[in-house]
């Protein structure tokens, strides 16, 4: 930020990476502006509801496009359809490599470790919206509406059809939602 001149910056973040950028606002809350979290992990670490999850991994697998997407080695359960969209995002998607099975246990532990990351979230006055997808069979809604009750200034917008990658699913409605609410005047 401070190479770019910029006092402040809008954080957008999606799934694991929410983590990081909810600890960068609670450590500088006055260098964000606004903070977008896309199909969030949670407060703490993978907080799905798994109830949720079960109940919508089972209807995503009866879709009639579900054999398609599998049978792609896409994430079964991470877009709202096996759209033209969808698979030309989990095409874009292959090309990057595979993270070390070492990192994701290793990188949740870290974050499970600071139990009062929630009591601090409390305290974090940055306009936060957190967006999940309705059919999002990897985090469900629940860690968006986690975040959204325990930050003042939080809300949480679940788009409809969406999976994990909302922005794949329904490209229109994901930027109208993210430029609206970075648009809308702060009250800090």
Avoid: K, N
Avoid at 53 to 74: I, K, N, Q
Avoid at 127 to 145: E, K, M, Q, W, Y
Avoid at 146 to 164: D, E, K, M, N, S
Wanted: glycine share 8%.
């Amino acid at each position: 930020m401070d190479a770019l001149g910029l006092a402040t910056v809008d954080v957008l973040a999606h799934s694991a990476g929410t983590l990081t950028a909810q600890e960068f606002a609670l450590r500088h809350p006055t260098r964000v502006r606004r903070l977008v979290l896309v199909t969030p992990a949670g407060r703490l670490a993978r907080e799905p509801d798994e109830g949720e999850l079960t109940a919508l991994r089972a209807r995503l697998d009866r879709r009639p496009d579900a054999a398609a997407a599998a049978a792609a080695g896409a994430a079964r359960w991470g877009y709202g359809s096996w759209s033209d969209a969808a698979r030309a995002h989990h095409a874009a998607g292959a090309r990057h490599p595979v993270p070390p099975d070492w990192l994701r246990p290793a990188f949740y532990a870290a974050v499970a470790g600071e139990p009062e990351r929630v009591a601090r979230l409390h305290t974090l006055r940055t306009p936060l919206l957190a967006v999940a997808g309705s059919h999002d069979g990897i985090a469900g809604t629940a860690p968006a509406r986690l975040l959204a009750g325990c930050c003042p200034a939080a809300r949480a917008t679940v788009l409809p059809g969406c999976g994990h990658w909302p922005w794949a699913d329904d490209p229109a409605t994901f930027r109208t939602v993210v430029t609206d609410f970075l648009a809308t005047p702060t009250a800090r």
